[in-house]
């Protein structure tokens, strides 16, 4: 009876350890529909802060808010900057305008880019540019592009899974698309 219940025990053990090691690709894996892809970008797009820089803002009652009919659209092309009058300060700090989607420092001046889905934002992107862009910081997602310009953090958001990635590619391309034609950046030299 000892011996049966050994062997039983054995037996036992060795199918639980062959079920536990059984390979993630054996394992079902969810179905993900389009809408819950772009959900989970809408959160992730909110959580990791895009409307921060990429957002105009409007003066509401609490200060600064995100401008609804603007909403992702990058830096106004109509909005004219103050001049810096002390360039010497640049070596030091970084200024932003008051809607945080301009910033100057030592690189010049940079402007958040227009990431709804019209054609002077991502209309025209594929998702294999997206990830160029956020993995790589290549402007446009193009190879032989200028390099993103601070403070976009590309180095932070390169670490988002595919998965993560293709949900925020998603999520923008179903945002309502405005058109407004970001400026070019202005380099240190002429500023």
């Known amino acids: 009876m000892k011996i049966i219940s050994i062997v039983t025990i054995f037996m036992l053990l060795g199918f639980i350890l062959f079920s536990c090691s059984e390979k993630e690709a054996d394992m079902p894996t969810a179905i993900i529909t389009p809408e819950m892809k772009v959900k989970r970008g809408e959160y992730l797009v909110n959580v990791i802060g895009c409307d921060d820089c990429h957002s105009p803002k409007i003066m509401g009652p609490n200060g600064p808010e995100i401008d609804p009919k603007r909403r992702l659209s990058g830096h106004p092309a109509d909005q004219t900057l103050a001049p810096v009058t002390d360039k010497s300060v640049l070596k030091d700090y970084v200024l932003f305008g008051m809607g945080l989607t301009h910033a100057t420092g030592p690189w010049g001046t940079s402007f958040a880019a227009n990431i709804t889905p019209d054609g002077s934002g991502i209309g025209n992107w594929s998702e294999e540019q997206f990830f160029k862009a956020m993995r790589e910081g290549k402007y446009k997602g193009l190879d032989g592009s200028r390099p993103l ?3 976009m953090p ?16 998603a999520y923008l391309k179903s945002v309502p698309a405005v ?13």
């Open 154 to 169: 590309w180095t932070v958001y390169n670490n988002l899974t595919d998965e993560d990635l293709s949900s925020i590619f």
């Open 179 to 191: 058109n407004n034609i970001v400026p070019a950046p202005v380099p240190p030299s002429t500023m």
């Open 149 to 151: 310009l601070p403070p």
